[in-house]
């Protein structure tokens, strides 16, 4: 049994928005709306003349410890047994308590105007069918198919490594093992798998 994560390399990064992009046609995402399940955010750091510009890929962190599981009251947050956090559309009621409990900012409301949109846009091919709230789920519908996520393999700079976290001879393993590549907000008590090599 594998347990996904993702190592992502700050150092590589250029802001190109490919993975935004990919992610928005693999997965429907409603880019019409500005939502998207992963974004690069554009931060400056430090103050003139000492100014750096930060990109900082953002996606859901896929918890061990997961907040947005236990704030949903109907079930509709699982987890499989590969570590991957899901939402089932069917079960979403959009009380938006996962939203609320996620402390990465992940979650976003699939509204019915985006399922609207989504059905003009791609008709018979539509997969969001009903109001959600909707995230990353790192593919896994590639995943089961042993692709990697389409943000990941449409990366120009390999900035995302994608793998499995116990497989001791994988990329991520080994990044994550070396200390190189650390989570964010660490003392949240999350056990976030997606790491980052500061820039």
Not at 89 to 99: F, T
Not at 140 to 148: A, F, K, M, T
């Amino acid at each position: 049994m594998a347990r996904y994560g993702m190592v992502i390399d700050m150092r590589t990064c250029v802001g190109c928005q490919a993975c935004m992009v990919a992610c928005a046609t693999e997965n429907q995402t409603p880019f019409w709306s500005d939502k998207f399940r992963t974004h690069v955010e554009d931060k400056e750091k430090g103050v003139y003349p000492d100014v750096q510009r930060i990109l900082l890929p953002r996606l859901c962190m896929h918890c061990e410890n997961t907040p947005c599981l236990s704030a949903c009251p109907t079930g509709a947050t699982s987890i499989t047994k590969d570590g991957i956090v899901l939402v089932n559309y069917d079960r979403c009621i959009g009380c938006y308590a996962c939203c609320i409990a996620c402390p990465y900012d992940a979650r976003y409301a699939y509204e019915s105007e985006d399922v609207d949109t989504e059905k003009e846009l791609y008709g018979d091919l539509s997969t969001h069918g009903v109001p959600h709230v909707d995230k990353c789920t790192f593919c896994e519908h590639r995943i089961e198919q042993h692709r990697e996520p389409a943000c990941v393999t449409t990366c120009p700079t390999h900035t995302r490594i994608f793998g499995d976290l116990d497989e001791r001879s994988s990329a991520v393993h080994k990044l994550a093992a070396s200390g190189k590549a650390t989570a964010l907000n660490q003392g949240l008590g999350t056990s976030p798998k997606v790491f980052y090599i500061p820039s």
